[in-house]
């Protein structure tokens, strides 16, 4: 339901009260199809998006999806045929083939990532560094991709960070006044940035140790020094080349804002299958 | 208004039902002084988000601006001084910095762009390809860098593609059937693709004609053939590299789907201002 | 899916929480027809207010349209004919009767408005003067009605009007400053009370001039001096009665706030068939 | 709180995303006053309008209002100041504008009916007849105007008609089912065609009568057989013009579409201070 | 349609933006069949909860109500079957559930309260003292339980409390300033303390006088004073073991805020057909 | 935000359109002062309800509060005064009594809960069985009580339960199938029924096992095969009565749905200081 009322105030932004171009031009009887094609390699992502928002604007348009989430593409693939009015038709597609692309894109941007860390016992996780209002679908593209969620909101896991520190001030009171007060299903992290701090955190046993851009022979030593029973986590600026050097560190998760912050829309078209000229 | 409520909704969805971390260790009478810098040089966009964002969330915070949309800054900038609760500057921080980030990318790209093209005879326009849900303000942050907003949604200027004319048939008949319909407010822009459409979309005196993923070559000639009482606009995935070389034609608008589909964030930071620790 | 928010509004606000009148009277299965016929001549806009109205309501409805926007109506008319639960069919008609009868009214009056005039070279425009909350629908009417509109909002087209020029000072450099900034597809209108004015908009080769509120012998001598490029609209305070005196005069568009400032509705019926079927 | 929603969204219809001609000729530092005055006799009403209006826009706005719902109001009267950015000023003057037009029209057709009927004992009262969307607005201009209100929805009130009736069967048996339901703090009214109706509800021992669309006389000699303890309601196309020939009759309550179903806006005018301040 | 609204709202607060327990469980083509079975004796009320939830969440579901609003269950009852995806059916079942066990609990509650009266001319009536924004619902199962509704919000019914009075002096005064400026269609119910106030409400001939918080004897007392044209409530924490003394009293309604504050949710279960363990 | 919005939906649901008693006897200079006191012992929970409600209603409002959110009360206790308009006053009362009356009931209950159970080794958690709607704040109530917070929705933590094993089989396969999907912020919860179950559980190495409705001789046994690495917690129908038989048992966590499903609302009353009567 939640993708519903994003769809219509996509559609609401994108065509106002009417479309002065296509609502002069045909009317309900003029109908097509519109093909939905791949032009660059990838993985999809948006069956959802075309099925509902395609029947949002029409609830007697004819959908047929060939391609489901997760999948590759390559170019020329058929994706989806959509069967209705011209008009619905070149109305709705500049909001679906814009989300399709970006959810593709970062379906495709993280199962890169995942072929380039190329371990599989090391995560890729996305950040809350997502786009304001999409946060939603752009987590979903992520595990679409391979990928898994960080937390969805600052309500549902702890995660203390150098700001939390420097105002509050010791690391163990934190945790302290924190844990006194969660419920038991929620997880406390700490990001720490040099020994002494990693120390404590370790100390407190939490459950998630972030090292934030910190190089790769101080992440390797102090790995070493972390019990398994905490969860090690990888951040900072990491960009989908980096990822090699990290293969068979003893992590478990590297997280990447990159993955929702620099979104490559994968390339995707919308083909109308024309009619005849009226006479 | 719009802006309240586009904020309020990003808020809601990034921060769910408390703050998990900062409501567990700090009170309101914890508080302190966020300083939001520029860490990149580019043109600063997003005045009202930090006011706006920061009002929402309590009405008692203190906010000073130091610069304003559409002005330079380099890095080291302070650009903004927020006091208030610790609690609410650290709540509403990911938002307010995703927002300005990107709408300062946005308005640096297109002041880049005007830049690399320096002919002040020519402007750079956005598209509709803008993030869905942000619309309003992505093409806000385009003015703020200089370039000029193409439609704003279907239903304000009437834009006949490609598709339009597989569909309909003849191009004079649809700007015919079009025109009759239109109020007097609205300008008629035509994609051509070729010389015997661009010759009609002439003969039909439409407002405006775009040129469409075409050589530099062919453009000059067609040019030519155009009259000054019609804009002549060039688009097609042009991106801040190719512009120099339209530089000197005499066109009138280049549109760049790239000004909002390639978004740079421009690099920001807030830094908070330690307390003491507690005893 | 705008006119569904709008409708579901329209329900809520006129229906409360339950209609205590035939919600105690009759149950699910008690089912009848309920005709909309006309009681007076004129042109029928309203065929999806019927159709999302009821479907809305309950979307088993059987719902059969005998008239379609546009079409003249004449007394006895039957315009629609909708099957289901009596219930919802008494609890939508004030709604749907109210709205028809309106839209109806303002498509009826455009087209008197178009044949009083009877110049096929000038068109009747609406304004901005529209009941807040249902502009959409009624700039609609005035397009079913044979009119065309002027902006949809203040973000489409610029409208210079006299209370700008008060306060900026030159009509010239208002133009310019405003040229400047916005987009090509944007149109530029200005509102002018003398020929003094008259002159700079000529000069500053505007698309629309405004002549507002002006007695037709001075109408006639401005009109000479503008050239064609520039499109002429005659405003302020006209009715349908005055139209015919404006008639033949070289002039484009002719805006009457009238059109949804003095809305007759026009007077349609709703009949319910008691027990029997319609054979 | 219900006002403010709506203002919102009345603004947001008719400003939608920015103000293309004064947010390009006017920054916030370009203040002045903006003076509402009455152009034409009658009773104001829209005090709230005005303040939740501007305040809405911008929460600095200074605004003083020298009128108050319900006073009377002459040409060249001063209704209210208000002083701000000359932006705010400008783009949030239609809406409000229209909207106490309309308001104070609706209280001065009820006030002239009032004046009209001249009976104390008979009081006018609106209907549902109302513009959709703005019930609660027009419901209360009704009240400023010294009329009544008749039930705000489906959901307050009992009202048989015909129609129910005509499905239901018996008028006895109708009031009878509804009353076995209805909580005591419900009204239940019926609307009476024929004598023999008109005797059922009384002998029902209803609490309003409404005797629709008939002729003087019958009413005269219907209202005779009705005791003291029921309410009566005279309905149906009542004009102003009618209302005399009730005068002085034993009846309580006259319903008039009419007051909701034709307004007629009051001329009022906004008019700006273009430089100096008042003194 | 408000109902609909409603159920999204809840939904969406419990499921957030997706179920992380079934989501990776079960695909859209397991499905399964989920029985909804009443483990207590009660009246059943929710039959629109389950359809119009269940349907909001996929329209496909294939749902079968075997029990109606108002009929009694005991245990081991099958109220419903519906047929889907596992996913919907496990992700809608906590707020459909949880809906319908409150629903049906005050529906029962209603009926005891009813059966405990034992006194058919004595009705049981609701307050307004409903769950923030469950009135409409909470409401609707009153009257399912036999029971009727109070006013359904301040602007349907007049009652003049204590407070009222303390603040605005004089009794007669209060109910004369309203009565002047209130329609036909709503009731004046005065809420009275001592004599004085009782005989000052009969003598105002009030609509309903409410007996609020008084001892046995005493009300016997009063209601010997007021003549039958007034409608008496009895209030005032009443529980349902109170009932029977008010038994043959001569009073007409009794209002219990206890059949919306002490919610008994009424017992019942969701179980599923489990299917086969896969290989 | 979110607090706003509620109250917002919650005052509009209790109002209306507008209050037809206090408005028709009140004008915005009558103005008075609230007491809001303690008629019952137990904690307080709902500070923000009194503020943000009555500045909602009216910002100018005088708000001054003795008691904070989780401090004792006691009969007789003054909580806040409110100085305003009278008619404020009293139409935000009972919204406002409500919401924090079923609040203080709910933290008081979760304080007793925690003083039954008396040992600081266990700690008392919510469910999702909360009001639909109402979550936010009744989980917020049971921390200001002393308790925590289970799950806040469907997607913030994994709980198989047994519906998810019948559907699904292999309880092993299950956890490995979601382990495989999920972030590393989040924690997976088994319920389990036997003690098979609880083996596989254990070698699972899940996060949390839940004992659903169980002896406690067997909760005794099975508790001693859990290492301490995975939380325990007892659940299923526990009343505070049942609480101080767990006091002692090496667990974590006792969660209650009693603590949202039965709420006792703690009385607190409204009382207003009268002025003196007008004349």
């Known amino acids: 339901m939640k993708l519903k009322q994003m769809l219509t105030d996509f559609f609401n932004e994108d065509i106002g009260d009417y479309d002065v171009t296509t609502d002069h031009l045909f009317n309900e009887h003029d109908r097509s199809e519109l093909m939905i094609t791949a032009k660059e390699s990838g993985i999809f992502c948006g069956e959802s998006i075309i099925y509902e928002g395609y029947t949002l604007l029409d609830d007697t348009m004819h959908i047929e999806l060939l391609v489901r989430d997760g999948e590759n593409i390559t170019p020329g693939d058929a994706i989806a045929y959509i069967t209705g009015p011209i008009n619905t038709l070149l109305k709705g597609e500049r909001v679906i083939l814009n989300m399709i692309q970006r959810l593709s894109g970062i379906a495709t941007t993280t ?148 993955l929702t912050h620099h979104i490559q829309a994968l390339d995707l078209s919308a083909t109308h299958q024309p009619i005849k000229e009226r006479v």
């Open 111 to 258: 199962a890169q990532a995942v072929e380039n860390l190329n371990d599989h016992h090391i995560r890729i996780s996305d950040t809350r560094k997502t786009t304001p209002g999409l946060r939603m679908l752009e987590k979903y593209a992520v595990r679409v991709g391979g990928g898994v969620n960080h937390r969805l909101r600052l309500d549902d896991a702890v995660l203390i960070k150098d700001n939390h520190i420097a105002f509050f001030g010791s690391i163990q009171k934190a945790i302290h006044q924190i844990r006194r007060q969660i419920g038991h299903m929620i997880k406390i992290e700490v990001e720490i940035d040099d020994k002494e701090q990693l120390l404590k955190a370790i100390e407190a046993d939490v459950d998630v140790i972030m090292i934030d851009n910190t190089d790769i022979t101080t992440i390797t030593d102090w790995v070493k020094l972390i019990p398994d029973s905490i969860t090690i986590e990888l951040s900072g600026g990491i960009t989908p080349e980096d990822l090699s050097q990290y293969r068979g560190l003893p992590i478990d998760i590297i997280s990447m804002g990159y």
